[in-house]
């Protein structure tokens, strides 16, 4: 089953803890998205990356990091997580063609809290 | 950059009715992607529309892409309970696969 898999789905931390929180696609998707969801905001993006190795920042990366080594995992990093991160995050898998365009699968989300 | 205005952010209505909601951009945009998310999941695509004045139907869903390309609207009908959750539209320009999304519109339908 094609699949955008994120984990953990709920998480409460402390200011100033490192985390990760891990995306896996099974699709072999080139195209990768971190969102955040906040009321009345929609979906904003944080980073994307257009392959192995390469990531590039979205409309909202303070204070996050990613990273892609492989071509189905792209982990977002909080270094030193802050209150105003605590948000509900999505991971995203693009399928793109040339002639098609594109649609975005997402995983089932993260519930951050940062106390 | 880029922005989508979706309205309304919210709309209460009856078991049966038939729902409206649209988005609209400042820039062009060559794909225009509707999904919807129910309470505590991730989006789900419902409809995608890739030429200008496309219309598409998925069941009680019709979507259109509109002519100006800066423009998109999904209408429900007869809704169910179960019609329940958030719709974005989302939709590309010409920034490779960076997908813009609206601030959403929650529907709440009244048995």
């Known amino acids: 089953e094609a699949q955008v898999t994120q984990n953990p789905r709920y998480l409460i931390t402390v200011t100033g803890k490192k985390l990760t929180v891990t995306c896996s696609q099974n699709m072999n998707h080139e195209y990768m998205s971190w969102y955040r969801q906040d009321p009345g905001l929609g979906l904003r993006q944080i980073y994307y990356?257009?392959?192995?190795?390469?990531?590039d920042k979205g409309d909202v990366p303070e204070g996050y990091k990613v990273s892609r080594k492989e071509k189905r995992n792209f982990p977002l990093i909080l270094e030193s997580p802050s209150p105003n991160q605590t948000s509900l995050y999505f991971c995203?898998?693009?399928?793109?063609?040339?002639?098609?365009?594109?649609?975005?699968?997402f995983g089932q989300g993260t519930r951050l809290t940062v106390v | 950059g880029q922005q989508l205005n979706q309205s309304p952010q919210s709309m209460f209505i009856q078991e049966g009715e038939d729902v409206s909601m649209n988005c609209t951009s400042s820039?062009?945009?060559?794909?225009w992607l509707w999904y919807k998310q129910d309470p505590g999941e991730g989006p789900v695509l419902l409809i995608a529309l890739y030429k200008a004045g496309e219309l598409t139907s998925n069941g009680r869903l019709t979507a259109q892409f509109g002519i100006t390309r800066k423009d998109s609207f999904l209408n429900i009908s007869a809704s169910i309970p179960s019609d329940v959750g958030i719709y974005f539209c989302a939709g590309q320009g010409n920034q490779g696969g960076k997908l813009i999304f609206g601030q959403g519109t929650e529907l709440s339908v009244k048995p």
């Open positions: 990356s257009m392959n192995v190795e390469v990531t």
């Open positions: 995203a898998s693009l399928k793109q063609g040339a002639t098609w365009g594109t649609e975005a699968f």
């Open positions: 820039s062009i945009f060559n794909t």
